[in-house]
Each structure stands twice: as structure tokens, then as C-alpha cells.
T-cell receptor
């Protein structure tokens, strides 16, 4: 198993600013993903964080808005850029410890509120 | 587009009874399905999974059934307990898409004492 830590756990942000969320895993994971969960809704995959290369984004998400880094196997960051109230959401980091498995481990999430 | 969805958005069950949560999927390329449980304020937690070459898999108090003919997935929880109160998501692993996990819309399970 893997323990995933995210910070900040929550933040209140001003419109137009950017915030970077950090994700640290306690063991090496092969795949890391970033999800968004809007209030009362399911999880939507933002992107796959690739080690040492550009993330793979899902439809509707772009690098300029959600730049992602993954410098090594145990750490990743997601930046929410030029925030608007519509970006208010929970952002979740997740990872798998073996390729092609559904056993995703999740962090507790980062709850962002944009005023 | 293809997606994973659920029949029932909320489910209220008497404590001690069995719970059945249903899910429909439409992506014929999916060959691996997972159920997650999400408690308030926490990230989703893996419950049980099933591969498409199986139609049933059992865990501790939970059973997942897969009907590929009608593209239907269900999670059965035996002797439901207050600690089972949570939102349950089905998800699919689309192997043709580099193993990414796509989540369904979720069912909130509440337990009546």
C-alpha cells in the first residue's frame, strides 16, 4: 500500500491568483493521477502525472490552467492557475503501486475555495 | 461519450440488512472494474475489484457482480453497519487508455438505526 499526503489540506484563494498543491507518497508509485471533485459530485480525472515529462491531460483540461510536475517517483505538484470561483473544488492526488491496477491510493484531498 | 454511471443516487438501508448498489457502464473496452468507498472529508478507498473474465468476486462482507451482457456492475454489502455510511463509486479501468481510472457518478448509502 501507499500513504499519500497532500498540502495544503484547504485554502481560500482570491480570484486571479494561482495555488500549487503538493503531493508526497511514502513509497514509489508507478502511476500518479490528479482528480478534481466538485461539491456533491464524482471524481473527474484531470491528468496523469508522468515522471520527468509533461503530464497527459484529459479532455477539457489544459497545461496552461493546470500545470503539473512530477520530478521523481514519490512527488508531484498541481497548480491551479488564474483561479475563478468555478475552480472551487477538492483536488485529489492518487497513485498506484503497480502498473495496470485499479487499486488507486488517494490523498485526503485539497479543498480550494475561490472568492 | 462513453461513461460509467449509476442507477440510484441515494440509498437508505436498515442496519443489518443487505445493501445493493448498482452501476451501468458503456465502454466495451473496459476490462477491469473497481468499487470505491468515500467517507466524508476523505479520499476514496478501494473496496473490491473484478476483471472482465469473472462474473462474481467476494470479499469480506462485500460481493461484486459483473454482467457483461447488459454491462452492469453491482456491489452487495452484507449486514450493513453504521460504518458503511459513505458514498460509493464504481470505476472502470480502460486498459486501452494507459490504465487510467474513470469514476461513475456515485451513490450515497445511509443507514437507518
Amino acid at each position: 500500500s501507499a500513504v499519500i499526503s497532500q498540502k495544503p489540506s484547504r485554502d481560500i484563494c482570491q480570484r486571479g491568483t494561482s495555488l500549487t498543491i503538493q503531493c508526497q507518497v511514502d513509497s514509489q508509485v508507478t502511476m500518479m493521477f490528479w482528480y478534481r471533485q466538485q461539491p456533491g459530485q464524482s471524481l473527474t480525472l484531470i491528468a496523469t502525472a508522468n515522471q520527468g515529462s509533461e503530464a497527459t491531460y484529459e479532455s477539457g483540461f489544459v497545461i496552461d490552467k493546470f500545470p503539473i510536475s512530477r520530478p521523481n517517483l514519490t512527488f508531484s505538484t498541481l497548480t491551479v492557475s488564474n483561479m475563478s470561483p468555478e475552480d472551487s473544488s477538492i483536488y485529489l492526488c492518487s497513485g498506484t503501486t503497480a502498473a495496470n491496477t485499479g487499486e488507486l491510493f488517494f490523498g485526503e484531498g485539497s479543498r480550494l475555495t475561490v472568492l | 461519450g462513453e461513461s460509467v454511471g449509476l442507477h440510484l443516487p441515494t440509498l437508505s438501508v436498515q442496519e443489518g440488512d443487505n445493501s445493493i448498489i448498482n452501476c451501468a457502464y458503456s465502454n466495451s473496452a473496459s476490462d477491469y472494474f473497481i468499487w470505491y468507498k468515500q467517507e466524508s472529508g476523505k479520499g476514496p478507498q478501494f473496496i473490491i475489484d473484478i476483471r472482465s473474465n469473472m462474473d462474481k468476486r467476494q470479499g469480506q462482507r462485500v460481493t461484486v457482480l459483473l454482467n457483461k451482457t447488459v454491462k452492469h456492475l453491482s456491489l452487495q454489502i452484507a449486514a450493513t453497519q453504521p460504518g458503511d455510511s459513505a458514498v460509493y463509486f464504481c470505476a472502470e479501468n480502460i486498459r486501452s487508455s494507459a490504465s487510467k481510472i474513470i469514476f461513475g457518478s456515485g451513490t450515497r448509502l445511509s443507514i437507518r438505526p
